[in-house]
């Protein structure tokens, strides 16, 4: 990120240079880590991965035949810029139930396959058996899903705990609130690219 271009120190320095955005290409590629981390999630390949190395047939045969198809899940994006709208792309691809948060107001036509946008955050928490965040680092965002702002995800579906990925920027949730949301059972899992 650019943040550390920003900081006080700097912000006085004269720079010789122009600073612009690079969008419209990360969207596909942080669409495709996200998804082969929910394929792995649900299929433990971490466990099958465990009984290779122990020379184990099937030694995690509850872990590993006890998964969802992604086209019976929603995935709950928080954030539709371009990488939002790549990750909707993608889930849809794989028949994945779309969920995007926003603080626009947008309509769901307005983002190909999605099958619903909302500027309720409880709301997106609630939906999704994913949650993944690719929020911006904003005054808005900072912080956003700290503290016990993930419980709200634990209360729909019975008590069902989503998992939670952050490919966005980490400012949005401090650590101790992931800790915290997990020991919790708030979420099920953090998977974390940031």
Same mark, same amino acid.
């Given at each position: 990120g650019v943040d550390p271009l920003f900081t006080e120190k700097l912000s006085t320095v004269a720079k010789p240079w122009i600073l612009t955005r690079f969008a419209g290409a990360f &969207?596909?590629? !942080? $669409?495709?880590?996200?998804?082969a981390r929910i394929i792995e999630h649900e299929r433990s390949f971490a466990a099958s991965a465990l009984d290779q190395k122990r020379k184990?047939? $099937? &030694?995690?045969?509850?872990?590993? =035949? *006890?998964?969802?198809y992604l086209s019976s899940l929603t995935l709950a994006v928080m954030g539709c810029g371009d990488i939002g709208r790549g +990750?909707?792309?993608? @889930?849809? &691809?794989? &028949? +994945?139930? =779309? !969920? @995007?948060y926003g603080k626009s107001p947008r309509i769901a036509k307005d983002i190909d396959g999605l099958d619903e946008y =909302? *500027?309720?955050?409880? =709301?997106?928490? *609630? @939906?999704?058996?994913?949650i993944v965040s690719v929020l911006p680092s904003t005054n808005e965002t900072r912080g956003l899903l700290s503290n016990e702002t993930? $419980?709200?995800a634990a209360k729909a579906n019975g008590g069902k705990c989503p998992v939670f990925l952050n490919v966005g920027r980490g400012d949005v949730i401090e650590e101790s609130s !992931? !800790?915290?949301?997990?020991d919790k059972e708030y979420i099920s899992a953090a998977i974390l690219d940031v």
């Open positions: &969207g596909p590629p !942080i $669409a495709e880590w996200s998804l184990e047939w $099937a &030694g995690s045969r509850n872990a590993v =035949t *006890q998964y969802r +990750m909707v792309t993608a @889930a849809v &691809g794989f &028949g +994945m139930k =779309t !969920i @995007a =909302t *500027q309720d955050l409880e =709301t997106a928490l *609630q @939906a999704g058996d994913y993930l $419980a709200a !992931i !800790i915290s949301a997990l």
